[in-house]
């Protein structure tokens, strides 16, 4: 069954110069337990669509949706305490600049009791009980001595857990991970992803990874969606994205990550031209400017879904090009 289910979903903001159409109706679903990456550039309304549906966004967003299911349960017809009990309890975030979502004047300690005293009703000695555990399963060298510690004592990758472990505090049935490696170095993003895995393998929380870095998720999510300007052009298994890719954008996102049997003088192969400008974006497949298989129609016509095997869909014309064959694909 699936865990969260949105159908149609189109986010908006009005700023000054017109209306900028961030997400522009898409549908997707994550099933109990899975482990699903959103791919995409910057822009491309990954982290919006997952923000729309936490209810994050500034007031002057405006989000529309035919559904929004969370366990069954219509996120639109929840009121502001249903939301505040779905956030944190149901649902953990992590987001990409962990110094932004932690407060400075408080120790490790209080932040992560808060939400098992307000969420879960815990005395103060089961929060720090509980607090200390979470230390622990993320990793947290000294855990006693860390917890009275402030969030600047910490560094960058250590912060990281400890928003790890705010996230599960209340073992959440999905935990929604935006960018979480992006500000990190190397080493230490292999270790947060390593503890995402393991998160995954022993909490059974569904979660889904925002990401502008196919290669990080390569080993790691059971689906991926891909989004371009606002929607969605692809989706499927990571096999399917990996090895059965059919969208050109996935395609470009695919040449240009390196490939470890590749000759290291070999150059990546960058997508080139720009995203669109999402106040006013293409008319059509909004990738039709960048696109070297682009056709009349596609600057026509939004591009139908067309669904192959397994749940793996595509949203591009060229599923049903009567033209010739062209040549296609990674260039592996
Ligand atoms: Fe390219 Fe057309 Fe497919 Fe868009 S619909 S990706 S422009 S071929």
């Known amino acids: 069954m699936s865990l969260l289910e949105v159908k149609n979903l189109k986010t908006t903001f009005a700023i000054g110069v017109g209306t900028v159409q961030a997400v522009r109706g898409i549908s997707f679903h994550v099933d109990e337990g899975e482990f699903v990456g959103i791919v995409g550039e910057s822009g491309s309304g990954k982290s919006v669509t997952m923000l729309s549906v936490m209810d994050l966004l500034p007031n002057y967003a405006k989000v529309e949706a035919d559904s929004m299911t969370f366990a069954g349960k219509e996120l639109r017809e929840m009121n502001a305490r249903e939301l505040?009990?779905?956030?944190?309890?149901e649902i953990g975030m992590i987001f990409q600049d962990p110094m932004t979502s932690l407060n400075p004047l408080f120790t490790v300690e209080q932040q992560l009791s808060?939400?098992?005293?307000?969420?879960l009703g815990m005395k103060r000695d089961a929060a720090r009980a509980k607090a200390l555990e979470l230390l622990r399963q993320v990793e947290i060298p000294d855990p006693e001595q860390r917890l009275k510690q402030y969030p600047h004592e910490f560094s960058g990758g250590m912060r990281q857990r400890v928003m790890i472990a705010m996230a599960?505090?209340?073992?959440?049935?999905?935990?929604?991970?935006?960018?979480?490696?992006?500000?990190l170095d190397v080493t230490i993003q292999a270790q947060i992803l390593d503890l995402l895995e393991n998160l995954k393998k022993n909490t059974n929380a569904a979660i889904v990874m925002i990401t502008h870095d196919l290669g990080v998720i390569a080993s790691m999510c059971s689906r991926i969606i891909v989004m371009y300007g606002g929607m969605i052009c692809e989706e499927g298994s990571s096999r399917d994205i990996f090895y059965r890719a059919q969208h050109p954008y996935t395609w470009g996102l695919l040449n240009s990550i390196p490939k470890i049997h590749h000759d290291r003088h070999e150059k990546l192969v960058p997508i080139h031209g720009t995203p669109p400008d999402m106040l006013k974006p293409p008319a059509g497949c909004p990738f039709a400017p960048r696109c070297r298989y682009c056709m009349p129609v596609c600057r026509m016509m939004t591009p139908p879904e067309t669904g192959l095997d397994h749940g793996h869909r595509v949203f591009c014309h060229l599923m049903h090009a009567k033209a010739p064959k062209v040549e296609r694909g990674v260039d592996r």
């Open 168 to 183: 599960i505090a209340c073992s959440p049935k999905m935990v929604i991970a935006d960018e979480p490696t992006t500000a």
């Open 114 to 119: 808060e939400p098992l005293r307000i969420h």
């Open 84 to 89: 505040r009990a779905l956030h944190g309890k």
